[in-house]
């Protein structure tokens, strides 16, 4: 409020000349009336007390813009007769002015001292308090930079005056542009240190951390005034744009124009011709050091692998194919992993937030791949369980044919028709599976039926005759050949001699071709599904009784 009360004193001043010197035309009364309730209400604060008072001299401050606004408006349109008159309004306003800035240059710096002095509790007040002294004499250039072009208007050459004027704006610039470029330095060391601070210190560092933000405010909306002012004034504010967007990153109009492009273009190639210099020999040297490093832990990745991979082959261990496969492969990622996390270090790169973010990444991932977090856990299940390994002849999943390759998401089936069927582990996990050639010997069931009337004892003869000389079959465990079902056309034989596993189609199409030769050279038949259909007459004297 202080502010305030120095504007009204300055006004009362402009105000009293204006009044006792004054003889309104006609078409200048309306501003002899607001003069005039400027002056009545400063009169009303001066005996009154707290909000009403602050009203009051806010009351005067409007009325006084409205003055300047109706000023504005005669001097673009002037009465006829009134420029004498318009002018010596201007001259007052041209004094005003100059009091006001005179004495907020001396406000602002008797505040600042006041600034250094107080505690950081008060400071906040008072950096507020001198925020605002400091835009309002930023203001005081603009109104006075309009009060000169009211005078050109009028007749009146203000050559020297506005040559004088864009010194000063020109020098407010370089100073408000330096005080923002160390106020932004110092806003983002407190936000670093605030990052890195102790519990005990943030309450400091964040009441230091909010001067410094409302600083930087305060130099951002006074930069941005003064080279909406400098514009008019003609002179060079590329830089302080370019400056304003850095800070800021707000584009606007300005950007677009060719010079600001060039000066913002040109600090850029600078700063990166600067630091090219500078850290060139470095960069190259840490780029050395991260290639050396991932070529050392590749070729020890190839290394890993073999001997893992002859570690995991051990007949002793008697690990599936899965198993070694996912050794051999887990066993080359980790070493590889390990090397690039240390190739990074070597950079300087921080791997805390890396680590923080592949963690936090797994989370994120996890929720979205659930069906393939469950396949994986599936094939976990798989490899520790072994219940086929590739190469197996399986029935898993719906699926019958070979195992031709397992992960730990899928399993490859190549069926026996030669179609690769790819299954999902938690459909194969989930369901019955049926290996068919996981032992290395199997039992061949086949049944083959003769006639009613053919001899048991010969046909089995033959059967036992065909099976003993077969060279596949094996003599243990003992084959079995017994008369098993008398069924509805045929008297049926099993047959189930053990073979090794590679053999079994392989034996049972040859014992079904030789028992077929062999019944037909022996004349035993081999029935065919038939039924007897038995037919009673009637006699002719039952129907006619």
Do not use: C
Request: hydrophobic share 40%.
């Amino acid at each position: 409020m202080r502010k305030l009360l120095l504007l009204m004193t300055l006004l009362t001043y402009s105000f009293n000349v204006l009044a006792q010197t004054e003889t309104p035309a006609s078409p200048l009364d309306e501003l002899s009336q607001l003069n005039q309730e400027v002056m009545e209400l400063y009169q009303a604060g001066q005996d009154r007390t707290g909000t009403t008072r602050d009203v009051l001299r806010m009351q005067v401050l409007n009325k006084n813009n409205e003055l300047r606004d109706r000023i504005g408006e005669f001097i673009n349109e002037p009465p006829e007769g009134t420029a004498a008159t318009l002018l010596d309004y201007v001259k007052r306003q041209e004094r005003y002015t100059d009091n006001t800035a005179s004495y907020l240059n001396s406000k602002i710096q008797a505040d600042e001292k006041a600034l250094d002095k107080a505690s950081q509790e008060e400071q906040l007040l008072k950096l507020k308090q001198l925020n605002e002294d400091r835009m309002l004499s930023v203001q005081m250039l603009g109104e006075q930079w309009e009060n000169y072009q009211w005078m050109e208007l009028l007749g009146h050459n203000t050559d020297q005056k506005k040559a004088k004027l864009a010194k000063a704006i020109a020098n407010r610039l370089e100073f408000v542009s330096a005080s923002l470029e160390y106020n932004n330095q110092q806003e983002k060391v407190l936000a670093k240190q605030l990052k890195e601070a102790s519990e005990s210190e943030k309450a400091t560092l964040q009441l230091m951390h909010i001067l410094a933000q409302r600083k930087l405010a305060s130099d951002i909306d006074r930069l941005n005034y003064l080279i909406s002012l400098g514009d008019q004034a003609q002179i060079d504010t590329s830089n302080y744009k370019k400056q304003q967007f850095e800070v800021t990153g707000d584009l606007t109009n300005d950007i677009l124009n060719p010079q600001v492009i060039y000066s913002i273009v040109s600090a850029w190639a600078e700063s990166l011709k600067t630091w090219l210099i500078d850290n060139t020999p470095q960069v190259l040297f840490k780029v050395f050091i991260f290639a050396l490093v991932l070529l050392l832990f590749r070729l020890l990745k190839n290394l890993t692998r073999k001997v893992v991979k002859r570690a995991v082959a051990s007949p002793n261990l008697k690990m599936s194919q899965l198993m070694q496969d996912f050794f051999i492969s887990m066993s080359g990622k980790a070493v590889f992993f390990l090397g690039l996390l240390i190739a990074l270090s070597q950079v300087g790169l921080n791997l805390a937030p890396i680590l923080t973010g592949f963690g936090v990444a797994g989370v994120i991932i996890g929720f979205a791949l659930q069906d393939t977090l469950s396949n994986f856990a599936s094939g976990m299940m798989l490899l520790i369980y072994r219940p086929f390994d590739v190469g197996d002849f399986v029935e898993a999943g719906g699926v019958s044919g070979k195992v031709s390759h397992m992960s730990l998401v899928n399993t490859t089936i190549r069926t026996f028709d030669n179609q690769i069927i790819i299954v999902p582990n938690s459909k194969i996990w989930g369901d019955t599976i049926k290996n068919v050639t996981h032992e290395r010997v199997r039992r061949v069931d086949m049944v083959f039926g003769i006639g009613y009337k053919d001899s048991i004892e010969q046909a089995e003869a033959i059967l036992h005759d065909i099976i003993d000389n077969h060279p596949a079959v094996l003599r243990t465990p003992e084959k079995t050949i017994k008369v098993h079902t008398l069924n509805t056309s045929s008297v049926d034989f099993i047959v189930r001699p053990w073979v090794k596993t590679d053999d079994y189609w392989d034996v049972y199409w040859d014992v079904t071709r030789e028992v077929k030769l062999r019944f037909d050279k022996e004349g035993v038949s081999i029935p065919f599904p038939q039924q007897d259909v038995h037919l009673h007459m009637v006699s002719p004297e039952k129907n006619d009784a």
